[in-house]
């Protein structure tokens, strides 16, 4: 498995300061390099009614297709937890669309620890667009 892209942990380290995260005070920055090679990030941002907030890790794929990219290649997501937080089922689903199973996934806390994993490890038996073949 690939190293830890430093400058997609960076970035998502520094998105996560502007997360808006009043109520559960947890922060979350993410981070993805597209296939173009340019760098998307996006944060937590909660809502009063909550859960209706988004997280960081789609906030970073909506920044990436707004932007007319539509295939990510690597990924980044930081916390300030005891041990590297992965993405939520949700955002499981979300990178599968736009990442193949083999991108590789940090996963890393705000003191430094550190994971490596894949879209496919995250997700196994992903839900697919093969599934609504009728052919």
């Known amino acids: 498995m690939p190293a830890a892209d430093p400058e ?72 300030d937890s005891p041990a590297p937080v992965p993405p939520c089922g949700g955002c499981r689903q979300k990178l599968a669309e736009f990442g193949a199973g083999e991108v590789p996934v940090t996963l890393a806390t705000t003191d430094g620890g550190l994971t490596q994993t894949t879209i496919a490890q995250l997700l196994p038996g992903q839900f697919s667009a093969a599934h609504m073949d009728r052919a």
């Open 8 to 79: 997609l942990v960076a970035a998502a380290r520094a998105v996560r300061e502007n997360a808006h995260a009043p109520y559960s005070r947890f922060k979350v920055g993410a981070a993805l390099r597209a296939a173009s090679g340019r760098v998307y990030v996006g944060c937590n941002v909660e809502n009063v009614a909550y859960p209706e907030g988004t997280c960081a890790e789609a906030g970073a794929i909506a920044a990436m297709v707004a932007a007319g990219d539509t295939r990510l290649i690597a990924v980044a997501v930081i916390a």
